[in-house]
């Protein structure tokens, strides 16, 4: 079983950058792939990007590839979402998930989720 705690969301103008972090527990987290997807109001939960379990590959959505970058610290059971240059289609909820499988893109792949943390940007 792995908890997710999402933190880090916030306002921010555009053009301006957010960390969020999602603490994970339980002792095997370097065994899971963990996502990053986001939903924005009146549409379907979207990916934004994965990071391997070692953190040695990683892959982005189109719309985010260049902005955000994902890490993770395996000592401390986290993982981060950097995003730079912020836009309001950026807007949403977003939310970080553990797979054991190899950089999945898919909701489905993923076993556990965390609550979400709201991020909004300003026009």
């Known amino acids: 079983q792995v908890q997710l705690v999402e933190s880090g969301g916030g306002l921010v103008q555009a053009g301006g950058s957010l960390r969020l972090s999602c603490a994970a527990s339980?002792?095997?987290?370097?065994?899971?792939?963990m996502g990053w997807f986001r939903q924005a109001p009146g549409k379907e939960r979207e990916f934004v990007g994965v990071i391997s379990g070692t953190g040695g590959r990683t892959y982005y959505a189109d719309s985010v590839k260049g902005r955000f970058t994902i890490s993770r610290d395996n000592d401390k059971n986290t993982v981060y979402l950097q995003m730079n240059s912020l836009k309001p289609e950026d807007t949403a909820v977003y939310y970080c998930?553990?797979?054991?499988?190899?950089?999945?893109?898919?909701?489905?792949?993923?076993?556990?989720w965390g609550q979400g943390t709201q991020v909004s940007v300003s026009s």
């Open positions: 339980g002792r095997t987290f370097s065994s899971y792939s």
């Open positions: 998930a553990a797979a054991l499988g190899f950089l999945p893109a898919r909701e489905r792949a993923y076993d556990y």
